[in-house]
């Protein structure tokens, strides 16, 4: 003797061709969509943003006000690279005045690397500014503050050897407002690294 199953019941019918097979109906809700609440990205297997893997966080950013000071900060290098770097009086005659861009003095490398601090907070302003944002900003502001000491230093050089002869050497704004460029630009870097959310 087989075994039956429970009382009332009745084992399957297969199929037959004028026996429609069963039919199922998808439940109706949200259409698949792309999106993701802010600071969120969508992975691109999933499209529902009700799927429980389908966002993911992007991580902290700088705040938009650090985009600011580093983007202040590149266009004051910029703007410095091109200014008076030095004075020179031998006495006798008028002053001379050189640029960031004259002589070789190393203006040009300045101003690019202002542009790309410059660049550094525009992304930071567009709350793009990742951590590797204010790394490349300490790095960037740094090479500018050591360059214009190193050209502070050598003017300060030269004016004691021209100094025996009677002549001076003085430094201009322009060295002084990249050397402030580089240092806010280090000071704005770090403190986007410090307090990203």
């Not at 650090?66 to 290098?77: D, K, M, R």
């Not at 490398?109 to 410059?118: E, R």
């Not at 050897?161 to 704004?173: E, L, M, T």
Request: with cysteine.
């Amino acid at each position: 003797m087989t075994y039956q199953g429970p009382p009332g019941w009745e084992p399957p019918r297969p199929y037959t061709e004028t026996q429609a097979a069963p039919e199922y109906t998808v439940p109706q809700g949200d259409p698949p969509i792309r999106w993701s609440p802010a600071g969120y990205s969508v992975w691109p297997e999933h499209g529902h943003p009700h799927h429980p893997s389908a966002c993911r966080p992007l991580g902290p950013r700088a705040r938009p006000w650090n985009g600011g000071v580093l983007a202040a900060a590149g266009l004051a290098t910029i703007l410095g690279s091109f200014l008076t770097w030095v004075t020179v009086d031998v006495g006798t005659l008028h002053p001379v005045g050189l640029a960031g861009t004259d002589a070789g003095l190393g203006g040009e490398g300045s101003a690019f690397f202002g542009a790309v601090m410059l660049a550094l907070g525009v992304v930071i302003l567009a709350r793009q500014g990742r951590l590797w944002v204010g790394i490349v900003g300490v790095v960037v502001g740094s090479l500018i503050t050591l360059a214009a000491l190193n050209r502070l230093s050598d003017f300060n050089d030269v004016g004691k050897v021209i100094g025996v002869f009677g002549a001076a050497v003085d430094v201009g704004p322009g060295l002084i407002l990249v050397l402030l460029g580089g240092l806010a630009g280090v000071a704005a870097s770090i403190v986007a690294i410090a307090v990203r959310r």
